[in-house]
């Protein structure tokens, strides 16, 4: 039986992130679950759903990204209270523009019944963009 205490679920989302294990990425989301993400990005706003999760917010993201060069994702910290986990990573990449990509990135994930159920995630949207979508011009 898989273990569904939430900082277990979280870990075990960003372990199948790291290893592109896209059935595990699918699991661990709800089927009414969210992502929101804030500014004004190709990826902000709020994901409705695990197809819109996974396949527009996730899949949006990696769209930006070099799949030629090494894509990473390290939790730096984990803290969980209840159904709430807090989750600090670090990522990186280089994106389609050329330019690397290095974020600090923190996550508030709620998580019921052993599946993501909504995950809020704040990071610097400028380098997102300058680094992922902004033409250096």
């Not at 199948?16 to 706003?45: F, H, K, N, T």
């Not at 990135?105 to 599946?115: C, L, P």
Request: aromatic share 12%; with cysteine; hydrophobic share 35%.
């Amino acid at each position: 039986m898989t273990n569904t205490e939430p900082r277990v679920v979280v870990r075990r989302y960003f372990d199948a992130l790291a290893a592109g294990d896209q059935d595990v990425i699918w699991e661990s989301w709800a089927e009414d679950g969210s992502c929101w993400y804030g500014g004004d990005l190709p990826i902000s706003g709020t994901w409705q759903g695990r197809e819109g999760v996974i396949d527009g917010f996730l899949a949006t993201a990696f769209a930006h990204l070099d799949p030629d060069r090494e894509v990473g994702v390290r939790i730096t910290n984990v803290f969980g209270e209840g159904e709430q986990v807090l989750v600090e990573w670090d990522s990186w990449a280089t994106g389609r523009t050329g330019r690397p990509y290095q974020q600090k990135n923190i996550g508030v994930f709620t998580v019921r019944g052993g599946k993501i159920v909504e995950m809020r995630e704040y990071a610097d949207t400028q380098h997102w963009e300058r680094a992922l979508v902004a033409d250096p011009s």
